[in-house]
C-alpha cells in the first residue's frame, strides 16, 4: 500500500524510525505541538490536510493521532479510508497500549511525561514542555466528556478531583523509546523533579502501537477505520472512538 500519514511532531523520531522499516510506502507529514492547545484549530487543519490527500495517489490516511482534548472528534473521511489509533492522546502511543497508559495514570498520578521530540521541537512558551499536561481548552473539552457521560454533577466532582492531583505532581517520566538518546531532553526531566521535589523514572517506551499503524496491522480492537463519508466521533467507552455516518451522506458518499 502507499499510505499518507499525518502526525504531531511529538512522535516525528518514532514516526520515521518505523516508516524506514514498514512494508508500505509511507509519505509523512507533521503538524507542530502547540496545535494541541486549541482542539478546535487543530481540528480544522486536520481536516484541511485530510481533505488535501489525493485518492489516487494513496490508499489510505493513517493519522499519528488519539482524541487529543476531542480535537479529533469530527474529523470526517472523504475520499479514502482513514485509521488512528484508539487513544485518549500521545502518551498512549509512547507507552504501547490503553491497558498500560491506565497501568500508569492508577499507580502514579500526577507524573509530568517526557519525550525527546516534545522537549527539542517544543519552541513555543506558552506550550506545556509535559506530554499530556492539559490546556483550558482541553480540560474543558474532558469537562465536556464527563458531563455527557455522567451528568454535571458527577462531571463537577470528576474536574475537582483531578484539578486536586494536577496541582500536586509527584514525579517526571522521561520515556525511553530504545531507538535513540536524548540527553537534553532526560536532563530536562531530572532537573525539574529536582526542582520540584519529584521523583525521577526513566520509563521504557514501546513502539508496537505506531508500528502496527504504519506496518498496516489495524485491528479493530486497537484501531477505527473511518470509511469514505463517515465522521470521527467519541464513544464513551473503552474504545475511545467510534465512526458514524456523516449527517447527508449515504453510505460511501463524500
Keep these: ?20 522499516v514498514s512494508p508500505h510506502v509511507i509519505d509523512v507529514e507533521l503538524f507542530e505541538i502547540g496545535l494541541h492547545n486549541e482542539p478546535p484549530k487543530l481540528q480544522a487543519v486536520l481536516q484541511s490536510a485530510v481533505d488535501a490527500v489525493p485518492p489516487e495517489k494513496y490508499d489510505a490516511i493513517i493519522l499519528g ?70 490546556t483550558v481548552e482541553s480540560a474543558r473539552a474532558q469537562y465536556d466528556e464527563y458531563v455527557e457521560k455522567y451528568g454535571k454533577d458527577n ?35 531530572q532537573e525539574d523533579a529536582q526542582k520540584n521535589q519529584w521523583t525521577f523514572d526513566r520509563v521504557a517506551g514501546n513502539l508496537v502501537l505506531i508500528k502496527r499503524l504504519l506496518d498496516g496491522d489495524w485491528d479493530a480492537a486497537d484501531f477505527l477505520r473511518l470509511e469514505p463519508g463517515e465522521v470521527l466521533r467519541m464513544s464513551n467507552d473503552a474504545g475511545v472512538l467510534r465512526a458514524e455516518q456523516a449527517q447527508g451522506s449515504p453510505s460511501g458518499v463524500v
Design 155 to 189: 462531571a463537577d466532582y470528576l474536574m475537582e478531583v483531578m484539578g486536586g492531583w494536577q496541582k500536586h505532581y509527584q514525579r517526571a517520566a522521561y520515556l525511553d523509546m530504545g531507538i535513540f538518546q536524548s540527553t537534553f531532553a532526560e536532563q530536562k526531566a
Design 1 to 20: 500500500m502507499k499510505l499518507k500519514c499525518i502526525t504531531c511532531e511529538a512522535l516525528a523520531r518514532i514516526v520515521y524510525h518505523c516508516a524506514a
Design 65 to 134: 493521532y488519539g482524541l487529543c482534548g476531542k480535537a479529533t472528534e469530527g474529523l470526517r473521511a472523504r475520499r479514502l479510508p482513514m485509521i488512528l489509533p484508539r487513544a485518549h492522546d500521545c502518551v498512549t502511543l509512547f507507552l504501547g497500549s490503553r491497558e498500560r497508559y491506565l497501568a500508569e495514570f492508577e499507580e502514579h498520578t500526577g507524573t509530568y511525561w517526557y519525550s525527546a521530540d516534545y522537549i527539542e521541537r517544543n519552541t513555543n512558551p506558552s506550550v506545556s514542555m509535559s506530554l499530556g499536561v492539559p
